[in-house]
């Protein structure tokens, strides 16, 4: 039985292009890009040469390119950064759909620092409605953060528009855009954001690397004391392996994402309503159009989601409940309680996540053991 992995959201594989980038960074000699020997001028070259074709894909300068250790790293460096940096006041405004990475910085600023945090409700399939978000600026917000696309229920925001409400009031912008990159438009005049996060291994590049997208005209403070390196931002040692993976990783899936995005996407709509039509009170969870390609959720009343994990597991599917930052909590998703959904709904859900390889014979298949298994779950009373 050949294995189907759709977990994409979770992480994925290092490409084969990637392993053959960092090679010859993984075999050579000992290199720390701050040297000022050979070894280490050849390490601060290709450092310099990842920064440059990341800020390329982003059209931003190359300065403006922060490498950190991941999404969650650039999250908490951009929001906990630029609020502590900026002397408008003391409040910050987010959403209820946030990543925990982002949820949790907010809620360090309102701990340690006495910011007020506002979040944002969102509508039945995870939209933030732009009205509610004007009325919640305000003259001392410092920060607006909102993710592009969200990683449990695939909904895109309209994030362009909401950058301009932001702006309007003088309020940086930072979004999340771990999920979106490499599927929707990243760059950052056309969105019109100050600041934006990646994460390595979302793309095929390897664990323990993201970056950073400041503007130059935003004030950050750094979240980590120590040396000088990423011009004074993030200390520490640079990952030199790290960079180069990101850059080529970033490349590849931006430029298989505008080939194959429209093909993934109809292939997401086809399982989609396969399962709609095919599974007893399935429920679709997030937007049934604004989605991104790669991204189909639902819940299924009756049943257990974990349960339902297992049962596909057995038959070679994998796939998720939710965030993987979640994983093993009893708690039902607070991204699906803030959709309305009941939260004995929304322990039964399951998240089906995909790449550019999938075909219309593996979402068939799965659409098939899915079916199976949810009247299996069912048949012994959601257990």
């Given at each position: 039985?050949?294995?189907?992995?759709?977990?994409?959201?979770?992480?994925?594989?290092?490409?084969?292009?990637?392993?053959e980038a960092i090679w010859?960074?993984?075999?050579?000699?000992?290199?720390?890009?701050?040297?000022?020997?050979?070894?280490?001028?050849?390490?601060?070259?290709?450092?310099?040469d990842a920064r440059s074709r990341v800020a390329a894909v982003f059209?931003?300068?190359?300065?403006?390119?922060?490498?950190?250790s991941g999404g969650t790293e650039a999250d908490n460096l951009a929001i906990k950064g630029i609020a502590l940096a900026t002397p408008r006041g003391r409040h910050v405004v987010t959403s209820t759909i946030e990543h925990p990475a982002v949820l949790e910085s907010c809620a360090y600023l309102a701990r340690h620092h006495g910011f007020e945090v506002t979040l944002v409700a969102v509508d039945g399939v995870g939209l933030v409605d732009p009205t509610e978000l004007r009325a919640a600026l305000r003259a001392d917000t410092t920060l607006c953060t909102i993710m592009y696309a969200?990683?449990?229920?695939?909904?895109?925001?309209p994030i362009t528009q909401l950058a301009e409400i932001a702006h309007e009031r003088g309020v940086p912008f930072h979004t999340d855009a771990v999920q979106a990159a490499g599927w929707l438009e990243v760059s950052s005049d056309a969105l019109g954001v100050d600041a934006l996060s990646i994460s390595g291994h979302k793309l095929g590049a390897p664990h323990g690397v993201g970056a950073l997208i400041v503007r130059g005209r935003v004030l950050i403070e750094a979240q980590q004391s120590g040396g000088a390196q990423e011009r004074g931002r993030r200390a520490g040692t640079e990952n030199v392996v790290g960079a180069v993976g990101l850059a080529v990783a970033l490349e590849l899936a931006v430029a298989e994402g505008q080939h194959h995005g429209e093909r993934v996407s109809q292939l997401r709509d086809a399982f989609i309503a396969e399962v709609l039509t095919t599974v007893p009170d399935a429920i679709l969870t997030g937007s049934p159009t604004l989605r991104l390609p790669g991204s189909a959720s639902f819940c299924f009343p009756g049943t257990a989601g974990e349960a339902i994990l297992l049962e596909l597991e057995a038959h070679g599917i994998s796939c998720s409940s939710g965030s993987a930052c979640a994983a093993g909590s009893d708690e039902p998703s607070a991204v699906l309680v803030a959709l309305g959904i009941a939260p004995e709904v929304a322990q039964t859900a399951v998240r089906f996540t995909f790449g550019v390889s999938v075909s219309a014979d593996d979402l068939s298949r799965t659409a098939g053991e899915l079916r199976a298994a949810v009247a299996r779950v069912r048949g012994l009373g959601g257990q």
């Open positions: 039985m050949t294995s189907l992995y759709l977990d994409a959201a979770a992480t994925t594989s290092i490409r084969r292009e990637v392993l010859p960074h993984l075999s050579g000699p000992p290199a720390n890009p701050s040297s000022t020997h050979d070894a280490g001028s050849l390490a601060s070259r290709a450092l310099e059209g931003v300068r190359a300065s403006e390119v922060i490498f950190t969200n990683n449990e229920i695939g909904t895109i925001q």
